[in-house]
């Protein structure tokens, strides 16, 4: 079966953030811990049993503890993330579960879902200016990046020629010069930052996974603003060939079902050969009727095959109301007491 070439190409930006991770941990893997220090050990044996507080840890202490504390982070990642309590959660908005489908916290996370570029034209894909990642081996939210100035290197340099060769000098020229030239230094050493180079590629590849399952998350035939349970956004996602990076991860920790529930919501591929359509239009008119209240549920099907599908002829909608209706006794509804 062919392989859409949306999902193409996030498998392919998943494989390069896993590759981009791996890199830049083993260009900043410490040296083992050697043998914790005499002096050290009954503090730190102290504080692991609660007795005394990190405040209280002397320098020494607290820098090994903060060693270990690292190293234990860089072998289990992502249960240092928020990624366990999120997946404890009942529900996800759906913009959130994009997110999180694609690696990234929500709760710690600046980004734009549009942007306008340098012709003021408006792009609609996220850019994520600020986030944690849940496979991040170290805390980098509030690490700077080059995006973080105004302006690029180039641009300011260009500012300062243009000042440099003003006919008239002055004081206050001098001091803007000045002041240019220090936002210049900034802007070079973030452009020339490793770490920096790094957030900045991470966040970009993550946008366009995220930009990505958006896409195509709103061009599903479901309530596109519905809040889901996590179970519903993953199972969305793999059932489309979307790989999910921390699933193995979840599944092992046992957050997620290995096997899809047997109650797991129904999904449709309307680009798939078997693809239901009235099946799923009567699972979505039956799912529509039973979350709302006003007439009999053969009613509240009617209308909703008449809004939202007005196309099928009375047969098939009479089929599929037949199918969704619940209420076969007739009569008024029945109310709750």
Do not use: C
């Not at 998943?14 to 893997?29: G, S």
């Not at 958006?214 to 489309?240: L, Y």
Request: aromatic share 10%; no cysteine; proline share 5%.
């Amino acid at each position: 079966m062919r392989t859409p070439r949306d999902v193409s190409i996030y498998l392919s930006r998943l494989e390069d953030v896993i590759n981009l991770q791996k890199q830049h941990d083993a260009e900043h893997r410490d040296t083992k811990l050697e043998s914790i220090p005499s002096e050290i050990l009954l503090e730190r044996e102290k504080f692991i049993a609660g007795e005394i507080e990190y405040a209280e840890l002397s320098i020494g202490a607290s820098l090994w503890v903060m060693r270990e504390s690292m190293e234990a982070r860089r072998k289990d990642p992502i249960i240092y993330s928020d990624l366990p309590t999120l997946l404890d959660r009942e529900t996800w908005p759906p913009a959130e579960a994009m997110l999180i489908l694609a690696g990234i916290d929500p709760n710690a996370a600046i980004l734009d879902w549009s942007y306008r570029n340098f012709m003021g034209a408006e792009i609609h894909k996220p850019k994520i200016h600020h986030a944690n990642w849940f496979s991040s081996t170290s805390d980098l939210y509030d690490y700077p990046i080059a995006a973080d100035s105004e302006l690029t290197s180039s641009e300011l340099k260009k500012m300062i020629k243009e000042g440099e060769s003003h006919e008239f000098s002055s004081s206050e020229i001098e001091h803007k010069l000045d002041k240019l030239q220090a936002r210049l230094e900034e802007a070079e050493r973030w452009e020339n930052d490793n770490t920096s180079i790094f957030k900045s590629s991470m966040l970009e590849l993550r946008a366009e996974m995220v930009g990505i399952l958006k896409t195509r998350w709103d061009s599903g035939d479901h309530e596109v603003e519905a809040r889901r349970s996590p179970a519903f956004f993953i199972q969305w996602a793999e059932t489309r060939g979307f790989e999910i990076e921390w699933a193995s991860w979840a599944r092992a920790s046992g957050y997620i079902d290995t096997d899809p529930p047997a109650t797991a919501p129904p999904f449709f591929d309307a680009d798939s050969e078997d693809y239901p359509k009235l099946l799923h239009i009567a699972v979505r008119a039956w799912d529509h009727a039973r979350h709302t209240s006003k007439g009999t549920a053969k009613q509240r099907i009617a209308a909703f095959l008449h809004e939202r599908y007005p196309d099928l002829s009375a047969s098939e909608k009479e089929a599929i109301s037949m199918i969704g209706n619940w209420q076969k006794s007739g009569g008024r509804p029945k109310t709750g007491g």
